[in-house]
C-alpha cells in the first residue's frame, strides 16, 4: 500500500481516539450551543398561516441533560410543523440555520433544576425536582431555605391577609384556593429530609403562613461546593388569579415548584455579610433569586399546547393520550409554563443590532388570532429597541402568550423568556394591546437579566420598566408619555427603596414603585439630558446584567456617566421619598412713586433637592417675563421693577419639573387677597385630586 494512503489512515485514526477519549471531558458536547434552529429548517419554504394546534418547530433537539451538563445547550432539527408569519415592520427575514456555538455561563449559575411535572384533572400537578445548590458565598451554609409560592392561596396566608384576596382589580374565586405540598425530600443517598422541615415567617410571624420553608442539612455545603436534593411535590392551583391557577382548560403555572431562596455574598446589593434573602410571599410583593440552568418536562393531556420559559428540545412524545415536552433553559432565575387546547400560534425568526437571533413565539387566545401581526410587530420593535439601546438580548428565544378573558390575573406578567399579554376581552383591543406586551417585553432586561431584588428595591424592576415603557411607545407608536399629569397621581409618596408589602395598601404600592420611580427616572433624563440619560441606562444595564444590582449601584453609574454628585438627588427622591415642592409663597405690589411698580415675590423650595426652576411674571400691560431661580435655597425674594402692575407669578410654566406633585401652589395672582388667594389654592387642590383619583388604578 502506498505510504501517503497510510499516513492518511493513520491521522484520521489519531484524531478518532483523541475525539472518543475527550468524551469523558464533556469536549464531545461543548460545541453544542441554545441556538434554536428554525422551524422550517428541515422543511419546504413555510407560507403565511396562522392555525390552532401544536406549537410550531421544536426549537432544538438533543441528548444533554441540565443536571448531566448544565454548561451545556442542546441542538437539533426542528419540526415540520412550522409558522411563518407576515408581521409589520420591522421586517424580519428567515435566519440560516445558525452555526453550533460553545455556551458561555453568562451568570454565577448557582443553581440547576431538573424538575419533571404532570398537569392532572381538577387544576393539580405532581412534580418531581432534582435541585442542585451551589454555595457561591466563603461561609458554610448548614441549611436550605425553599419558596412554596402556591401557599400563598391557602387560608390564612400572609399573601391573602396583605391583599384580602384581590390584586390589579382580580378577586380570587371563593373556594377555590391553591396549595403546594413536598410529598418527599431526600439526599442524593436517600435520606429522608422530610422531618427536618420548619415553615419560617422571618417578616411576619404569620404561623399559618407556610411559604417559605427550610430544613437542616446532614452535611454543610463548604464554599464553592455543591449540595444535591430530591424531592417530590403536589400543587392545587387556584381559579386564575396572582399571575398563577386554572381557567377551565387553560393553565398558566408560575411560582409553581419549589423554589431555593436567593444566598447574597459579600457586597452583593451592599450587604456587609453573606447570606440568604428571606422573605415571605406578600401581597405586594414579587420575585427574587439566584441564577441557574433549568431542564423541565411538562406532561399533559394530549391535545394541549404548552408554552414555556427556554425552549424545547426534544420532539414532543405522544402515549396513552398524553404529551410530554421538555424545555432547557440557561441563565434565568425563573420558570414558568402554560398551557391551553385552545392557543393559535405563529412563530418568527427575527435578529437586529443587540438580538443576534431569536425566535418569537405566539400563544394567542382564539379572539385575538387576527391580531397575529399586532402582537409580531410590537415584539420585533421591542426586542430591536432594547438591543439598540441597552445591549444583547442573551437569549433565542421569546414567547407571548395570552390568556383568555377568564383568566385576567394571568395576564400582564413578566418571566425569563415568556410574557404574558393583557387577556383577550375583546377581537380588537386598543393600545393595551401594544403597550402591556412592550412593558413585559422591557422586563425583560430590568426583571430578567439585571435582576434586581423585587422583595426589597420593586422600583428598580417596575420604576425602570415603566420608564422604558414610555420610550418604546413613544419610538415605535409616537404614543408620548403624559408626564405632567402622572406627576398629579401621588398624593402620598414614600421612600422608594422600601419593602414592597412596607407601602401598604396596593394603590401606595403602584403610585411609588411604578409612577414615581417612574418620575424620578425623568427627572434625572431633565436635569442630565436625554443623551446622557440614555448613556446611564445602557451603562447601568451593560456593568450589572446577572449581578442583583441596588440603589446604590444606579446611583453610583449616574455620578460616573455624568461627573456630578447626585447624593442630594438620591437622598430626597429615593430614600427620604420627598416631592419637589416649589411655590409662589406671596406677592406684594405697589407704586414705586416714580410712575411705575415695584413687586417683591417670595418663592419657596420645602422639599426636594436643589434644582433650578423657570418663574414666569405676567403683567397687566399683557407682557411676561421669565427668569431661572437656581434652587438651591430654600426660599428666596426677587424684587421687580416694571411699568405696569404685576398681575401673576408662575414657577415651572412649563412644567419641567416633573417631581413637583402639588402645583396648586405653583401659581399666584398679585392682586387677590391673602385669605382669599388660600381658599383659591385649597379649591383648585381639591379639584385636581379628585380628577386624578378618578383615574387611578
Same mark, same amino acid.
Given at each position: 500500500?502506498?505510504?501517503?494512503?497510510?499516513?492518511?489512515?493513520?491521522?484520521?485514526?489519531?484524531?478518532?481516539?483523541?475525539?472518543?477519549?475527550?468524551?469523558?471531558?464533556?469536549?464531545?458536547?461543548?460545541?453544542?450551543?441554545?441556538?434554536?434552529?428554525?422551524?422550517?429548517?428541515?422543511?419546504?419554504?413555510?407560507?403565511?398561516?396562522?392555525?390552532?394546534?401544536?406549537?410550531?418547530?421544536?426549537?432544538?433537539?438533543?441528548?444533554?441533560?441540565?443536571?448531566?451538563?448544565?454548561?451545556?445547550?442542546?441542538?437539533?432539527?426542528?419540526?415540520?410543523?412550522?409558522?411563518?408569519?407576515?408581521?409589520?415592520?420591522?421586517?424580519?427575514?428567515?435566519?440560516?440555520?445558525?452555526?453550533?456555538?460553545?455556551?458561555?455561563?453568562?451568570?454565577?449559575?448557582?443553581?440547576?433544576?431538573?424538575?419533571?411535572? @404532570?398537569?392532572?384533572?381538577?387544576?393539580?400537578?405532581?412534580? !418531581?425536582?432534582?435541585?442542585?445548590?451551589?454555595?457561591?458565598?466563603?461561609?458554610?451554609?448548614?441549611?436550605?431555605?425553599?419558596?412554596?409560592?402556591?401557599? !400563598?392561596?391557602?387560608?390564612?396566608?400572609?399573601?391573602?391577609?396583605?391583599?384580602?384576596?384581590?390584586?390589579?382589580? /382580580?378577586?380570587?374565586?371563593?373556594? @377555590?384556593?391553591?396549595?403546594?405540598?413536598?410529598?418527599?425530600?431526600?439526599?442524593?443517598?436517600?435520606?429522608?429530609?422530610?422531618?427536618?422541615?420548619?415553615?419560617?415567617?422571618?417578616?411576619?410571624?404569620?404561623?399559618?403562613?407556610?411559604?417559605?420553608?427550610?430544613?437542616?442539612?446532614?452535611?454543610?455545603?463548604?464554599?464553592?461546593?455543591?449540595?444535591?436534593?430530591?424531592?417530590?411535590?403536589?400543587?392545587?392551583?387556584?381559579?386564575?388569579?396572582?399571575?398563577?391557577?386554572?381557567?377551565?382548560?387553560?393553565?398558566?403555572?408560575?411560582?409553581?415548584?419549589?423554589?431555593?431562596?436567593?444566598?447574597?455574598?459579600?457586597?452583593?446589593?451592599?450587604?456587609?455579610? $453573606?447570606?440568604?434573602?428571606?422573605?415571605?410571599?406578600?401581597?405586594?410583593?414579587?420575585?427574587?433569586?439566584?441564577?441557574?440552568?433549568?431542564?423541565?418536562?411538562?406532561?399533559?393531556?394530549?391535545?394541549?399546547?404548552?408554552?414555556?420559559?427556554?425552549?424545547?428540545?426534544?420532539?414532543?412524545? /405522544?402515549?396513552?393520550?398524553?404529551?410530554?415536552?421538555?424545555?432547557?433553559?440557561?441563565?434565568?432565575?425563573?420558570?414558568?409554563?402554560?398551557?391551553?387546547?385552545?392557543?393559535?400560534?405563529?412563530?418568527?425568526?427575527?435578529?437586529?443590532?443587540?438580538?443576534?437571533?431569536?425566535?418569537?413565539?405566539?400563544?394567542?387566545?382564539?379572539?385575538?388570532? @387576527?391580531?397575529?401581526?399586532?402582537?409580531?410587530? !410590537?415584539?420585533?420593535?421591542?426586542?430591536?429597541?432594547?438591543?439598540?439601546?441597552?445591549?444583547?438580548?442573551?437569549?433565542?428565544?421569546?414567547?407571548?402568550?395570552?390568556?383568555?378573558?377568564?383568566?385576567?390575573?394571568?395576564?400582564?406578567?413578566?418571566?425569563?423568556?415568556?410574557?404574558?399579554?393583557?387577556?383577550?376581552?375583546?377581537?380588537?383591543?386598543?393600545?393595551?394591546?401594544?403597550?402591556?406586551?412592550?412593558?413585559?417585553?422591557?422586563?425583560?432586561?430590568?426583571?430578567?437579566?439585571?435582576?434586581?431584588?423585587?422583595?426589597?428595591?420593586?422600583?428598580?424592576?417596575?420604576?425602570?420598566?415603566?420608564?422604558?415603557?414610555?420610550?418604546?411607545?413613544?419610538?415605535?407608536?409616537?404614543?408620548?408619555?403624559?408626564?405632567?399629569?402622572?406627576?398629579?397621581?401621588?398624593?402620598?409618596?414614600?421612600?422608594?427603596?422600601?419593602?414592597?408589602?412596607?407601602?401598604?395598601?396596593?394603590?401606595?404600592?403602584?403610585?411609588?414603585?411604578?409612577?414615581?420611580?417612574?418620575? /424620578?427616572?425623568?427627572?434625572?433624563?431633565?436635569?442630565?439630558?436625554?443623551?446622557?440619560?440614555? @448613556?446611564?441606562?445602557?451603562?447601568?444595564?451593560?456593568?450589572?446584567?446577572?449581578?442583583?444590582?441596588?440603589?446604590?449601584?444606579?446611583?453610583?453609574?449616574?455620578?460616573?456617566?455624568?461627573?456630578?454628585?447626585?447624593?442630594?438627588?438620591?437622598?430626597?427622591?429615593?430614600?427620604?421619598?420627598?416631592?419637589?415642592?416649589?411655590?409662589?409663597?406671596?406677592?406684594?405690589?405697589?407704586?414705586?412713586? $416714580?410712575?411705575?411698580?415695584?413687586?417683591?415675590?417670595?418663592?419657596?423650595?420645602?422639599?426636594?433637592?436643589?434644582?433650578?426652576?423657570?418663574?414666569?411674571?405676567?403683567?397687566?400691560?399683557?407682557?411676561?417675563?421669565?427668569?431661572?431661580?437656581?434652587?438651591?435655597?430654600?426660599?428666596?425674594?426677587?424684587?421687580?421693577?416694571?411699568?405696569?402692575?404685576?398681575?401673576?407669578?408662575?414657577?415651572?410654566?412649563?412644567?419641567?419639573?416633573?417631581?413637583?406633585?402639588?402645583?396648586?401652589?405653583?401659581?399666584?395672582?398679585?392682586?387677590?387677597?391673602?385669605?382669599?388667594?388660600?381658599?383659591?389654592?385649597?379649591?383648585?387642590?381639591?379639584?385636581?385630586?379628585?380628577?386624578?383619583?378618578?383615574?387611578?388604578?
Amino acid at each position: 500500500m502506498p505510504q501517503r494512503p497510510i499516513y492518511r489512515i493513520a491521522a484520521l485514526a489519531v484524531s478518532a481516539a483523541v475525539l472518543l477519549g475527550s468524551a469523558s471531558f464533556g469536549f464531545d458536547a461543548a460545541w453544542q450551543s441554545q441556538f434554536t434552529l428554525p422551524a422550517y429548517a428541515a422543511q419546504e419554504p413555510p407560507t403565511v398561516s396562522v392555525k390552532s394546534g401544536d406549537s410550531a418547530g421544536s426549537p432544538a433537539d438533543s441528548a444533554a441533560n441540565s443536571s448531566a451538563n448544565p454548561a451545556t445547550a442542546p441542538v437539533g432539527s426542528g419540526d415540520s410543523d412550522g409558522q411563518h408569519s407576515a408581521a409589520a415592520a420591522p421586517q424580519s427575514q428567515p435566519s440560516p440555520i445558525p452555526t453550533p456555538q460553545p455556551s458561555v455561563a453568562l451568570s454565577n449559575r448557582v443553581v440547576d433544576y431538573d424538575i419533571s411535572v @404532570k398537569l392532572l384533572d381538577g387544576g393539580r400537578l405532581e412534580g !418531581a425536582e432534582t435541585l442542585t445548590w451551589k454555595n457561591p458565598g466563603r461561609k458554610p451554609v448548614t441549611d436550605l431555605y425553599l419558596h412554596l409560592y402556591p401557599n !400563598a392561596f391557602a387560608p390564612g396566608s400572609t399573601f391573602l391577609n396583605e391583599s384580602n384576596g384581590q390584586l390589579r382589580g /382580580v378577586k380570587m374565586t371563593p373556594g @377555590k384556593d391553591g396549595a403546594m405540598e413536598l410529598t418527599e425530600l431526600t439526599t442524593e443517598d436517600g435520606e429522608t429530609l422530610l422531618p427536618r422541615l420548619r415553615y419560617v415567617q422571618p417578616d411576619d410571624g404569620n404561623a399559618k403562613d407556610r411559604t417559605l420553608v427550610s430544613f437542616r442539612l446532614p452535611k454543610a455545603v463548604a464554599p464553592g461546593q455543591s449540595v444535591t436534593v430530591r424531592m417530590k411535590f403536589a400543587v392545587k392551583l387556584p381559579q386564575v388569579f396572582a399571575r398563577m391557577g386554572q381557567a377551565g382548560d387553560f393553565v398558566m403555572a408560575g411560582q409553581w415548584f419549589p423554589k431555593v431562596a436567593a444566598y447574597e455574598t459579600n457586597g452583593v446589593r451592599g450587604r456587609a455579610s $453573606e447570606g440568604w434573602d428571606l422573605h415571605q410571599y406578600h401581597g405586594n410583593s414579587e420575585f427574587y433569586s439566584d441564577f441557574g440552568v433549568y431542564g423541565v418536562k411538562i406532561d399533559v393531556p394530549e391535545d394541549r399546547i404548552v408554552a414555556a420559559t427556554g425552549f424545547q428540545h426534544k420532539q414532543p412524545v /405522544v402515549k396513552d393520550g398524553r404529551k410530554t415536552y421538555q424545555f432547557y433553559a440557561e441563565d434565568v432565575h425563573d420558570f414558568s409554563w402554560s398551557a391551553s387546547p385552545d392557543f393559535v400560534t405563529a412563530e418568527d425568526s427575527f435578529s437586529s443590532t443587540g438580538v443576534p437571533g431569536v425566535r418569537i413565539k405566539l400563544y394567542l387566545d382564539p379572539l385575538h388570532a @387576527k391580531q397575529q401581526e399586532r402582537y409580531m410587530h !410590537a415584539a420585533k420593535s421591542a426586542l430591536a429597541k432594547l438591543g439598540e439601546w441597552y445591549g444583547d438580548y442573551p437569549y433565542t428565544t421569546l414567547s407571548v402568550v395570552v390568556p383568555p378573558a377568564d383568566a385576567e390575573g394571568a395576564g400582564g406578567m413578566e418571566y425569563p423568556t415568556l410574557v404574558t399579554g393583557a387577556a383577550a376581552k375583546n377581537d380588537n383591543p386598543g393600545y393595551e394591546l401594544e403597550r402591556t406586551l412592550l412593558h413585559e417585553i422591557a422586563h425583560q432586561y430590568w426583571y430578567g437579566i439585571v435582576a434586581s431584588n423585587e422583595f426589597e428595591e420593586a422600583w428598580l424592576d417596575e420604576a425602570f420598566t415603566s420608564y422604558t415603557e414610555d420610550k418604546l411607545m413613544a419610538a415605535i407608536y409616537g404614543v408620548s408619555a403624559r408626564t405632567p399629569i402622572e406627576s398629579l397621581y401621588m398624593t402620598n409618596p414614600l421612600p422608594l427603596k422600601l419593602d414592597a408589602w412596607d407601602y401598604g395598601s396596593s394603590d401606595a404600592y403602584a403610585e411609588n414603585v411604578y409612577i414615581r420611580g417612574k418620575l /424620578v427616572l425623568k427627572a434625572i433624563e431633565s436635569l442630565a439630558g436625554e443623551k446622557t440619560m440614555s @448613556k446611564i441606562m445602557r451603562t447601568y444595564f451593560q456593568k450589572y446584567r446577572f449581578k442583583h444590582p441596588d440603589s446604590q449601584s444606579f446611583q453610583r453609574v449616574v455620578e460616573a456617566v455624568t461627573k456630578d454628585d447626585w447624593k442630594a438627588f438620591f437622598q430626597s427622591y429615593v430614600y427620604r421619598g420627598e416631592s419637589a415642592d416649589f411655590a409662589v409663597a406671596s406677592i406684594r405690589t405697589e407704586p414705586d412713586g $416714580e410712575g411705575g411698580y415695584q413687586s417683591i415675590v417670595l418663592l419657596t423650595r420645602t422639599q426636594g433637592s436643589p434644582q433650578a426652576a423657570t418663574v414666569q411674571f405676567g403683567f397687566k400691560d399683557g407682557k411676561t417675563v421669565r427668569k431661572t431661580w437656581d434652587g438651591i435655597q430654600s426660599h428666596i425674594q426677587i424684587r421687580l421693577q416694571s411699568a405696569s402692575p404685576l398681575a401673576y407669578a408662575a414657577v415651572d410654566p412649563m412644567l419641567d419639573i416633573v417631581l413637583d406633585h402639588s402645583r396648586y401652589d405653583n401659581y399666584l395672582k398679585a392682586e387677590a387677597p391673602v385669605r382669599k388667594r388660600t381658599k383659591l389654592d385649597v379649591t383648585l387642590g381639591q379639584l385636581i385630586d379628585a380628577i386624578v383619583g378618578s383615574m387611578a388604578w
